[in-house]
Structure formats: C-alpha cells, structure tokens
C-alpha cells in the first residue's frame, strides 16, 4: 500500500518502547490512577482507508456554500477581493510556507525582507513612521494598542466608539480585564461616533480613544474632528481602519492618529470561513519602543551589504518578563508575505483602483435599494458597506437569499437585539452590475411578500 506518510509500524514501536526502558505504551501512563482512566470505548466509527477517507471529507465538503457558486454580499470584518493569481503561486515556495519564524534572523534573510517590505507598505498607507508584522488580526491589533496607550500613559481608562466591530470590542474588554483597566463606550449618533458624547467623557484620565475608519456600520468617520476634541490632552488616538479604503480615504497618520491598527485580510488572503488573518499595527516613531510582536530593520553586514535584523524586541522570550509590552507571539509572517505580494502586485494604482470600485459599485447598490423602496440608514459617506432596513427579519430574508444561490449581508440582530429587521450589506470590486440588480429584485421580491 502507498502512504502519503512514513508509518509507524509495530517494530518501531517496540523498538521506541525499549529505548525508555518500558513494555508497553500503557506502561507510560501508570502514574495515572485507574479511577480517572477513561477504560470504554470511544464513540467513534469505524476506521477508514485513506480513499474512503477522502471522498467522505469531500461529501462534508460539498454540503458547505462556497464563494464560487454563491454569490455573497457579507463583509464586517472578512471581505471578498481580487486575489492576483502570482499571491499563491509565491506563497507555495516551500521557504515561506515551512518558516515559522526567523528565530536565526542571519539565515532567513528572504522572510525578514518580505516582512520589512510589508511593514514598509503598511506605513505608506497608513501615514505612520513605524510598523510591526505579528498581530493574530485586527482585533487583537486593536486590543494591544489600547494596552500600549495605557501602559505609555499610565492612564486606566479606555474610550471606543460603539461603531467600531462588536468582536473587536469584545477583545479589548477581555484584555483590559487583565490589566484592570476600565473601558467605556461613546455613543453613536446616524451611524458613526457621537462628538457630544465623547466630549462628555473626555477627561485627563483617558488613555486612549479607539474608533474604526469606516466603521463597523460602513461609514467614514470624522478623524479630525474626533482629533479636535483633544485639545490638550494627552490621550492617545486609536484608529482601527480597513487597509482597502486607505487607498482613497486620507492617511489616518495625517489627520491625527497616534496609532493606526486593521486587519489585512482585503489584501490576498481568502475569506477561508472567517480565518486565518493578518493584523497590522503602525505607530509614531515615539511609541515604536513599546509596539508589540516583531519589528524587522535594515541594516548592513561587516562587508557593507545591505541586511535584515529582528530589531527592538518587546516580548518576553527575548527580554526580561518584567521589561516585556507584550507576549503576542504567533507569528502571522505567511499571511502577511501574501499581503505584501498582494500589495505589490496591485501596486498604488492599482490599489486606488479597487477602493474607487468598491466606492461606486456600493453607491449604485445603494441607489437602487433607495429606487426598490427600501430605507438606507444613515446619510453619511460611506466605503464598500451601508446598512438596510426591512419589513421582514433579516434572518428571514436570508434564508430566502440562499435557497436563490446568495449568501446576504450580515444580520445586525447578531449584535444589536434591537436591529432584528436591519442588514448590513457589503459591496466590493468582485460583484458586477447583473448581481447587484438580481441581489435587489430578489430582496425587493421577497421584502413585499404578504
């Protein structure tokens, strides 16, 4: 028989077992007491062969919805974009998908210039001076920012717009739990941030102001407007923003933010049912000595030649525990090299190019659920997503939409108990006009049925 593997057969096993001086593999667990030892049987079907095997993964396979026969308007978060073909051909070199991380930075010089150029690229667009390439994904990103302010600030309470992410907020109260750091949320008012709400709030106790750009709801927050409000106060500003709308939206770096964190999943990296993601985190050259996870650097070697350093290290595996910012510590470099190429192959044009697309193909969707009868929420600017109201649940309209081949937006009941009849949709590159108008006449259809 061909295996896929190098078996363990019987004689290795004896063989193993000699080596440590025991009979057998149940020898190795006699510390254990019999009373706790599990002695049944497992309920478990009967073993299959390598081919039954496959094709019983491919029928539970087939009974999931995929993106290649559904049509999907979901975002919040997980987004589905052009993903340039060279993406996946670059990632399957075995030198990247093999390296877990550059622990001997001297012999991974490829993988450590592949993440200075992600950090590079990550600052361009984000207007910031310094940024890392370690983040699980925009959430925890978000959560660590709000640690880094409090620790810099030495401030324990924390402000975030109730427009950014539920998950993302869930986060950071789980992280702030542990430091003992308060949290309190700012009102929002037609979709996006409250200004009369978070200047009631604003106080010399504030570490940090956290808000998404857009938001969870798909509009453009006031960045500088939310700056503004400041004065001259030391608070820090955290924007969480889609790496996608920077390339027509302004630098968050440019219109006030003191840390700007976001998930680069738009950038080469399938939706893959909900993971995994890159995050990303960009601050001022004045905080980079407290930024969490791994920073690259180039240097020169004793010959001159230009080289690539693991530089200012904040976890504690590589410092003192009690020195260490953080203990973040998977390493993300795979998903951030697709980002990168993903980045490059695009190029600035190119990206531009997609954000003005996801631009006016949501502004067309919009108009035409304005022209179907629908209530469209919030006037306010917006990127690839805006919010629906219904006559019917969401969740009712979506069971409509799949059994018609479309995956509809995200029912905002998920989050909000008193948004049962609301859907947020979004609208990328990837959705051309045909869909949209189907998308609608199948809601309008389905909306009006008595």
Do not use: W
């Not at 081919?51 to 396979?61: A, C, D, G, Y």
């Not at 600030?153 to 750091?181: F, M, W």
């Not at 009102?187 to 969870?216: H, M, R």
């Not at 192959?345 to 190119?350: F, I, T, Y």
Request: glycine content about 6%; charged content about 25%; overall charge negative.
């Amino acid at each position: 028989m061909n295996h896929r593997y190098i078996p363990l057969t019987d004689d290795d096993k004896k063989l193993m077992l000699e080596a440590i001086g025991v009979d057998t593999i149940n020898d190795l667990f006699k510390d254990i007491p019999d009373q706790v030892k599990f002695t049944n049987l497992l309920n478990l079907k009967e073993s299959l062969s390598e081919t039954e095997l496959i094709k019983e993964f491919k029928r539970l396979s087939n009974k999931n919805a995929n993106l290649q026969e559904y049509t999907s308007y979901l975002g919040a978060g997980v987004y589905e974009h052009y993903i340039p073909a060279v993406v996946d051909h670059m990632l399957l070199r075995s030198e990247f998908y093999t390296a877990y991380t550059p622990y001997q930075p001297e012999i991974s010089q490829g993988e450590l210039q592949a993440i200075f150029e992600f950090q590079s690229m990550i600052c361009e667009i984000t207007g910031m001076d310094v940024a890392n390439a370690s983040m699980y994904d925009g959430a925890t990103a978000l959560a660590e920012a709000a640690m880094l302010a409090h620790g810099h600030t030495k401030k324990k309470k924390i402000l975030i717009s109730e427009a950014v992410h539920p998950e993302y907020r869930d986060v950071v109260l789980s992280y702030a739990k542990g430091q003992n750091v308060d949290v309190e949320f700012v009102k929002v008012d037609n979709g996006i941030t409250c200004i009369d709400s978070l200047q009631e709030k604003l106080n010399e106790d504030i570490a940090a102001v956290c808000v998404q750009y857009p938001n969870f709801f798909g509009q453009v927050e006031d960045i500088e407007a939310i700056k503004d409000k400041f004065g001259d106060l030391s608070t820090l500003l955290i924007v969480s923003s889609n790496p996608l709308a920077l390339g027509v939206l302004e630098a968050p770096g440019y219109i006030g933010a003191d840390i700007v964190v976001g998930d680069t999943q738009p950038f080469g990296i399938p939706t893959a049912f909900g993971g995994p993601h890159c995050g990303y985190f960009a601050v001022k050259s004045k905080y980079m000595r407290k930024v969490p996870g791994r920073l690259v650097g180039e240097t020169v070697d004793e010959n001159g030649l230009r080289g690539y350093v693991l530089t200012l290290q904040a976890r504690e595996q590589h410092i003192r525990r009690d020195k260490a910012t953080s203990n973040i510590c998977s390493n993300q470099a795979l998903n951030a090299l697709a980002s990168a190429i993903c980045m490059s192959a695009l190029g600035p044009n190119g990206l531009q190019e997609i954000a003005e697309q996801n631009i006016q193909k949501a502004y067309y969707a919009r108009q035409q659920f304005e022209e179907a009868g629908f209530e469209v929420l919030y006037s306010n600017d917006m990127f690839n997503e805006f919010v629906v109201k219904l006559d019917k649940s969401a969740k009712e309209v979506n069971k409509h939409l799949f059994n018609k081949g479309i995956i509809g937006g995200l029912e905002l009941s998920r989050y909000f108990t008193n948004k049962t009849n609301e859907m947020l949709i979004c609208i990328t590159e990837l959705r051309t006009k045909s869909e949209i108008d189907t998308f609608v006449k199948e809601m309008r259809d389905y909306n009006e049925q008595k």
